[in-house]
């Protein structure tokens, strides 16, 4: 706008510059040419200006005629206004002058008029007080309270106000004064029954018991405070939100009220709390709450009702669990009064706790709603500077509603828990180390037995009498918890019907299916009292102190009474077919080992369902396995060793130098391959193939040994175990702890799973435990712990392998004992053939008939084939190596001999099923006898050499010895010869 504006000054300087120097040619110049010429350049100028201004006038001639009539009507107007002015002027003027003439008569006239209004108004109000009892009933009936309230309220300023002086409303004025009272009382009222019935009620009308989906909790939590989006509601376009105080660690949940027509917004401490008097007050529990203490406020009974709900909060939530458990019965209603198994009645004692726990998060809801409104409330009285310090409001928080949740949950769980009779049970002191042997003896005491509860004979639930009863019963029970009940009947009124029931007797292991509801809860319940980490609350530390202090107790003394029942006496007591059976096993077991193991399997489950008391399980089932190992280890040597005098199977399976050179033979191997690769699902005599010449050499070892061990000194009966039941003791015993090492290892192994590093807790979840274990939590086991069970595993697993060992040098210590007196008969000269065995032979017969029928009945396949595989060598090594005890021998004994090691070989092929060539072996052996002595060495030179210098050499003692007048120069020379003879065979120059 500036360079404009220097333009236009510029131009008028010019202007003005251009004109006084015309004025200055035309008066200072004498020239009259150049004035001339001056004139005519004006005029050319002007006459050019002139047609540029009637130009410009002919181009906006329509502008320049509408702004001349324009301008001529805005100056006609001013003119008129200025006139009416003028006469306004002189009329105020004279009303003026009028006004001070008539002044008395219009004030008179004034104050009549406010008199009559004052008149109209007391009347008006006096007609609305006649008829405000019976809007106050049609309100309260639609529980329409914020209306009524302020409806009331104002009726009593009134009465007490401007129309205080009425006589005849004294009689009204003394009615609404009492109904103002008694409305306090039944918005308190019914602010309970929002609480603790209609809010809890209405979020499990659709709940079933069993069969729930896995979304019912995130269900009832929204159906608690956030009735149904279709519905309509206040006309003030109010939605309340609460943002839940217990799950601040997830996504927070708002308690919303239904979407108003118009657009909807969160109440703030500004809102008014607006009632729709079209809508239905409880279709929005929190905006209903929000509008009940409101109306307290009104009546200013706000310090009251805090104080009532704070003392009646542990009795409506008791009352609130009573009723909870009404429902759980009659749903079951057709089996509570039947002979429940205790697996349905803690399923029904879950159902019970997961539906408290829902209604008691629905309290915990409403309860944050109440405060909310009391805090907006309590905010606009501390704004408020009428209000006296008499108006001040109780304090009142969550954590009184926590607190007093806790406690009733407490005494639930003292009562399904019967903790008070538990501890009275208690009469003994009990170890609390369990990662140390306690002494056991302290506990073998006579205490009192529990009786027996007796069951009826006769039942008569489902007779048509019962069943019609039952119909009613649950029909009134309908009646009952109806929503009816809940918004006409107070909760006080409703306890006293109420009778104290329990889904399921009271018992310590009830603990078990409460503690992982319980856990969860209490995890909610530290978020919602904003704990710090590591501090728990009042309800986890009751569970914990009675699971430390009493139930592990419990659980110990029962892991020692079946301790007992595992003594050496009762290790010769077998399972029945069904139980052996079912637990997997493929022979008998012993019913101790069968307890041992459902005691380890009452153990897992306690670690599935107590998760956190892992570590002291695992100590009892240490200590049990110990226990265990000590009475079969005791009843091992009670077997073996009798006044003092051990059986050799014993005393060589003790023996290191024996017991290494057996456990290193493949036989061994193989036994201990089939065991570990966990194929043997059934019984099967199919043998490993193994070579022949892997197969002599492993039995020649063996018999070597043995037969070096024990030479052939004449063993006394005491050396072996003669009484057959104590071999099928061991052979029990033994198949019994193979088949509890197995169940150990498995559980063991599923403990280490995931192990980090030693010396560390080893945590495991569920996703690597597998089957073996189903826990759902961590686990936390020291690894002195896993180490502990792992060597008593170790353990067992030795006493297992002496006891097959000892078995497997038993049947082959039988056949010393049969075997070495009959060798040292010292002749073998018959007169007659005896086509009869020896006594002695039908005796091992006979007693390996009877050692394979145990053994068969007691061990699996692959033992039977470790402990009879090989016999037949050892025998045949006894039998040939027993020929220097002999004397003389003649054809009648020869075939004596044939027919005692074809017996043998008889018996012991229908024991091992198999051909037992090493007997084959022998009878060719004693068969060379027949021949003389040239024979004897010319058969060696045609046939080759089959056995070795010794064997042979004592043939040929034996044939010498058996022809009388042989010359002791010729007996030399035969022995030269026959080292000859070995010798060469050795270099391979005899085939």
């Known amino acids: 706008m500036a360079a404009p504006m220097e333009s236009t ?21 004498d020239d009259t040419e150049k004035r001339a010429h001056e004139k005519t350049r004006l005029e050319s100028s002007y006459l050019h200006y002139d047609q540029m201004l009637d130009k410009l006038v002919g181009s906006n001639y329509t ?98 106000g401007s129309l205080s002086g009425v006589e005849a409303l004294r009689d009204l004025k003394a009615e609404l004064n009492q109904k103002r009272d008694e409305l306090g009382v039944d918005l308190i009222d019914e602010l309970h029954r929002q609480i603790y019935i209609k809010i809890p009620s209405s979020a499990m009308n659709n709940l079933r018991y069993r069969g729930r989906s896995s979304s019912f909790r995130d269900l009832t939590r929204r159906q608690c405070l956030e009735p149904d989006i279709n519905s309509e509601s206040t006309t003030g376009g109010v939605k309340a939100e609460r943002r839940l105080s217990f799950n601040r660690n997830v996504n927070k949940e708002a308690v919303t009220s239904t979407p108003m027509p118009g657009g909807a917004k969160h109440l703030t401490q500004d809102d008014e709390i607006v009632e729709n008097l079209e809508a239905d007050p409880q279709e929005n529990s929190a905006h209903f709450i929000a509008i009940i203490i409101q109306s307290l406020a009104v009546l200013k009974r706000i310090p009251e009702a805090v104080q009532q709900i704070k003392e009646r909060i542990q009795k409506e939530l008791t009352l ?24 349905f009645s803690q399923r029904l004692l879950v159902d019970l706790l997961e539906l408290v726990f829902e209604k008691f998060r629905c309290v915990a809801m409403a309860h944050a709603t109440v405060q909310d409104s009391i805090e907006r409330v309590s905010l606009k009285l501390s704004l408020n500077p009428e209000n006296s310090d008499d108006d001040a409001i109780p304090s009142y928080s969550m954590s009184d509603v926590w607190s007093k949740i806790q406690a009733v949950l407490q005494t639930v769980i003292a009562t399904y828990l019967d903790i008070d009779n538990t501890e009275n049970m208690n009469q003994h002191p009990v170890a609390r180390s369990y990662s140390e042997a306690a002494d056991l003896t302290i506990f073998y005491s006579k205490r009192k037995t529990s009786k027996q509860k007796k069951n009826p004979l006769f039942r008569f639930e489902n007779s048509s009498g019962s069943l019609s009863m039952n119909s009613f019963i649950q029909e009134q029970r309908s009646e009952l918890f109806s929503a009816d009940m809940s918004t006409d009947t107070p909760s006080d009124i409703v306890g006293e019907h109420v009778e104290q029931t329990v889904v399921c007797q009271s018992d310590v292991n009830n603990i078990t299916v409460l503690y992982g509801p319980l856990e969860s809860f209490c995890k909610e319940i530290n978020i919602a009292l904003s704990l710090p980490h590591g501090c728990q609350c009042t309800l986890y530390e009751f569970v914990r102190e009675y699971i430390q202090k009493t139930y592990l107790d419990q659980i110990h003394l029962q892991i020692i009474d079946s301790i007992k029942v595992t003594n050496c006496d009762n290790l010769k007591v077998h399972a029945d077919t069904q139980t052996w059976k079912s637990a997997g096993a493929l022979k008998p077991l012993l019913q101790s080992a069968v307890v041992v193991y459902n005691c380890m399997d009452q153990l897992k489950n306690l670690m599935s369902a107590l998760p956190p008391y892992s570590e002291q399980f695992v100590r009892m089932l240490c200590e049990l396995i110990r226990e ?15 006044n003092d005098r051990r059986v050799v199977s014993a005393t060589w399976a003790k023996d290191d130098d024996i017991r290494r050179t057996m456990l290193s033979l493949q036989n061994w191997a193989n036994l201990q391959q089939q065991h570990q690769s966990n194929t043997i699902k059934h019984e099967s005599r199919d043998y490993d193939t193994e070579s022949l010449d892997e197969f002599g050499e492993r039995n020649a070892k063996e018999s070597e040994l043995l037969t070096g061990n024990i030479g052939y000194y004449p063993l006394q009966k005491y050396d072996i175990l003669s009484d057959m039941n104590s071999v099928r003791t061991l052979a029990n015993i033994q198949e019994s702890l193979e088949w509890l090492i197995e169940k150990i290892q498995v559980f063991s192994q599923a403990l280490r799973v995931e192990q980090r590093q030693a010396l560390t807790p080893v945590k495991l979840t569920l996703a690597t435990l597998g089957s073996a274990l189903n826990i759902k939590g961590d686990l936390n086991l020291s690894e002195t712990t896993l180490n502990e069970l792992q060597q008593l595993t170790f353990d067992l697993q030795g006493l297992s392998d002496t006891l097959i060992l000892v078995l497997h040098l038993e049947v082959r210590v039988h056949c010393f004992y049969y075997i070495v007196p009959l060798m040292k008969q010292t002749h ?35 033992k039977f084939k470790y402990i009879f595989d090989g016999l037949g060598h050892v025998i045949s090594s006894v039998l040939i190596n027993g020929v220097h005890y002999i004397k003389r021998i003649n054809h009648n004994g020869i075939k004596k001999m044939c027919r005692n090691i074809f017996a043998l070989q008889q018996n012991l ?41 010794l064997e042979y050499m004592n043939a040929l003692q034996l ?18 010869k026959l080292k000859d003879i070995i010798r060469e065979a050795k270099k391979g120059k005899i085939s």
């Open 9 to 29: 000054r510029k131009k008028n300087m010019s202007t003005n510059s251009l004109l006084m120097s015309v004025i200055r040619t035309l008066t200072t110049s």
């Open 63 to 160: 502008d320049l005629m509408s702004m001349i009539q324009a301008f001529s009507g805005i100056s006609q107007r001013i003119s008129n206004s200025r006139e009416r002015i003028s006469l306004l002027k002189h009329s105020l003027g004279s009303c003026r002058d009028l006004l001070r003439c008539k002044r008395e008569e219009l004030h008179k006239l004034y104050v009549d008029g406010l008199e009559h209004k004052n008149i109209v108004a007391l009347l008006d109000q006096i007609e609305a007080v006649k008829d405000m009892p019976d809007q106050l009933h049609e309100y309260l009936s639609k529980k329409h309270y914020l209306h009524a309230t302020k409806l009331l309220v104002d009726a009593v300023e009134l009465l007490e």
């Open 320 to 343: 609130l669990f009573h009723l909870s458990t009404k429902e759980i019965l009659d749903s079951n209603i057709g089996h509570q009064h039947s002979n429940m198994s205790d697996e």
């Open 628 to 642: 265990y190992h000590d009475i079969c280890n005791t009843t091992y040597w009670e077997i073996v060793e009798l």
């Open 828 to 862: 073998y000269i018959g007169a007659m053939d005896n086509m009869e065995p020896d006594i002695l032979i039908v005796k091992l017969n006979k007693a390996l008939i009877i050692l394979e029928e145990l053994i068969t009945n007691s061990l699996r396949s692959h």
């Open 909 to 949: 092929s229908n024991i091992t099923m198999t051909r037992e060539s090493d007997l084959d072996r022998a009878r060719h052996y004693y068969e060379l006898f027949y021949l003389d002595v040239e024979e004897f060495l010319n058969l060696l030179m045609e046939k080759g050499v089959h056995y070795n210098e």
């Open 959 to 976: 044939l010498d010895r058996s022809q009388p007048g042989v010359e002791a120069e010729l007996q030399e020379k035969h022995r030269r």
